[in-house]
C-alpha cells in the first residue's frame, strides 16, 4: 500500500517513476484515492488566500505608537522647559532688588495750593449762628 | 588617491550583478508563493522576498547548475522565513485581513493556514518547498540540509496530517473538480 503511495507521491511531484510501477499503483483503489486525495490537497493549499494587510492592525499600531511617543515628548519638553524657566525668573537677584526699594514713585502734580499765614484765624463765625 | 578597479574586477562585478539579476527574474515569484505561505501575510512575505534578493546580490553567487542555485536561494528564504516565524511568535502581530474573498474561501483560508502553521517546522518547510516553490525533492533536501529520502518521508507525514486536519474540505473537494494547475503553483513550464 505504501508503495503505491510513495510511487503516486513521486509522480506527482514530476520526479521519474517507472511506468510500470505507476500502473500498478493506479490499478490499485488506495492508489487511486491517493492520487485523488493529493490533487485535492494541492488545489486547497494553492488556492487558499494569503492574508494580505495593506492597511493592518500592525501599521495602525505602529502609528498610534508614534504619534503616542511623539505626544509624550511634547509634554516632557514643556513641562522641563517650563520648570526652567520659572526656576531662572523666580531667582532673587539683589540689584534689582534693591533697584526697587530706591524708586520712589512721583507725586501728582498740585491742583489746588492752600497757603498757611500768621495770624490768620481759620475758624471762621461769619453767617450761620 | 582613488585606484581605479581593474577591467577585470569590473567584468566580475558586473557578472555578479548579472547571476544575482537572473536569479531574481527566475526565482522571484516562487521565492514569494513560498514565503506567502510561511509567514502567511503577503506584506511580510514581499518584505521578506526583497531581503531575500538583496542578500543574493550581496553573496558571491555559489558555483553551481540552476538547480543548485535555486536551492541555493531557497535555502536564503527559508532562514529568514524562520527568523521571521520565530520573532512573531515572540512578539504575536495582529490578525490581519484577508482581501476581496467571499467568506468560506476566507474560512477555508484560515483552515489551510492554521493547518500548516500546526506541522513541525521542517514538515512545514519540506511541504511547502515543494508545493508553493516547486521544488524537486533533491533541491528541497539541499535547502533544508536533509537527504532525499528524509525529504520523501518528512512529505509524505506532512500530507498525512494535512489530510486528517482538513479532513472537511478534503471531502468536498473529492466531489469537486481537480486540476494539475493551482493558482499556487511552482511548476516550472
Known amino acids: 500500500m505504501t508503495d503505491h503511495r510513495d510511487v503516486v507521491e513521486a509522480f506527482l511531484d514530476r520526479e521519474p517513476v517507472e511506468a510500470a510501477a505507476l500502473e500498478r499503483a493506479l490499478a490499485h483503489a488506495d492508489g487511486r484515492e491517493y492520487f485523488i486525495d493529493l490533487l485535492v490537497l494541492r488545489g486547497l493549499v494553492g488556492n487558499a488566500p494569503v492574508a494580505a494587510a495593506p492597511s493592518s492592525p500592525r501599521l495602525r499600531r505602529g502609528h498610534s505608537v508614534w504619534w503616542l511617543a511623539a505626544a509624550a515628548a511634547l509634554v516632557a519638553v514643556g513641562t522641563t522647559g517650563g520648570y526652567l524657566a520659572g526656576r531662572v525668573t523666580d531667582r532673587p537677584s539683589g540689584s534689582s532688588r534693591v533697584e526697587q526699594v530706591g524708586i520712589t514713585p512721583a507725586a501728582p502734580a498740585p491742583t489746588h495750593v492752600i497757603r498757611l499765614e500768621n495770624g490768620v484765624t481759620w475758624n471762621e463765625k461769619s453767617g450761620g449762628n | ?189
Open chain 2, 1 to 189: 588617491m582613488t585606484r581605479l578597479p581593474s577591467r577585470r574586477v569590473l567584468m566580475a562585478q558586473s557578472a555578479f550583478v548579472a547571476d544575482a539579476e537572473l536569479l531574481f527574474t527566475q526565482h522571484r515569484q516562487g521565492v514569494l508563493r513560498y514565503l506567502s505561505r510561511v509567514v502567511g501575510r503577503a506584506d511580510a512575505a514581499q518584505d521578506l522576498t526583497q531581503e531575500v534578493f538583496l542578500r543574493v546580490s550581496r553573496a558571491p553567487v555559489p558555483e553551481t547548475d540552476s538547480a543548485g542555485h535555486r536551492a541555493w536561494v531557497f535555502k536564503i528564504a527559508r532562514n529568514l522565513a524562520l527568523n521571521h516565524v520565530r520573532d512573531t511568535a515572540r512578539r504575536p502581530e495582529a490578525p490581519a485581513m484577508v482581501e476581496a474573498v467571499q467568506p468560506a474561501t476566507q474560512e477555508l483560508g484560515v483552515a489551510v493556514r492554521e493547518a500548516i502553521a500546526a506541522l513541525p517546522a521542517v514538515d512545514r518547510d519540506v511541504f511547502l518547498l515543494r508545493e508553493s516553490a516547486g521544488l524537486s525533492y533533491d533541491e528541497i533536501a539541499e535547502a533544508c540540509d536533509l537527504s532525499v529520502e528524509a525529504v520523501r518521508g518528512r512529505l509524505r507525514r506532512a500530507r498525512e496530517v494535512l489530510r486528517q486536519t482538513l479532513d472537511g474540505p478534503m471531502r468536498a473537494g473529492r466531489r469537486g473538480y481537480v486540476s494539475l494547475r493551482t493558482s499556487d503553483s511552482g511548476e516550472q513550464p
